[in-house]
């Protein structure tokens, strides 16, 4: 939790100076292709994140790698991030890049899991349903969940709903547990016990 508040700092110090630029967008093209790049070559990965390889050597590398290629800004968050031991950030700025770019346009995330791909027909009346209760435009990313047996479960944010069988059934199960541990502490002639 620290970790992503500290890292929260730098993206939303990030996003207003994009966002004065007018650069944004390529600002976060540019930090997930150098997280992708991270994720793609774990030596570079281990290199960049590593705490015992010296902080000049590291910038010295960015330099050589990203000057003339990416947008001096980006070059200089990330050898802001470097100087100041703040490397293992860089995955959660570019994440938080995101979600800030994402609120500044009205957007907001719903993760939509169904026991079945949904036609598109589909998705799109639950997409503009959500969008009315939410008050935002809302981006599915669905994911095929069989295990919920039939309905489906949204997340937005903090708030999830669950309207899929298998949580009723879970639901019922748990009423049922209660039911009878209230039961048992009943008498046989149904009165309870002292």
């Not at 001096?72 to 991030?81: C, K, M, P, S």
């Not at 890049?97 to 639950?126: F, V, W, Y």
């Not at 503009?128 to 209760?133: D, I, M, P, Y």
């Amino acid at each position: 939790m620290l970790k992503e508040s500290i890292a929260q700092r730098y993206s939303t110090a990030l996003f207003s100076l994009t966002t004065e630029r007018g650069t944004t967008e390529r600002i976060s093209a540019e930090l997930d292709a150098f997280v992708h790049m991270l994720a793609q070559s774990p030596d570079v990965d281990a290199f960049f994140l590593s705490p015992v390889v010296g902080r000049e050597e590291k910038i010295k590398l960015l330099r050589a790698s990203l000057e003339g290629r990416t947008d001096e800004l980006t070059l200089n968050f990330l050898v802001l991030l470097v100087r100041k031991r703040r490397e293992n950030l860089v995955k959660l700025v570019a994440a938080q890049m995101h979600d800030l770019i994402d609120r500044e346009a009205g957007r907001k995330i719903a993760a939509i899991s169904t026991p079945m791909t949904l036609e598109r027909r589909q998705l799109d009346e639950l997409s503009a349903r959500l969008s009315a209760v939410y008050d935002a435009t809302i981006i599915p990313e669905t994911k095929v969940a069989p295990e919920l047996l039939g309905g489906l479960v949204v997340q937005v944010g903090d708030r999830y709903v669950d309207a899929s069988i298998s949580g009723r059934l879970e639901e019922l199960r748990r009423h049922l547990l209660e039911s009878a541990d209230q039961w048992m502490q009943t008498s046989p002639n149904g009165k309870a016990e002292k």
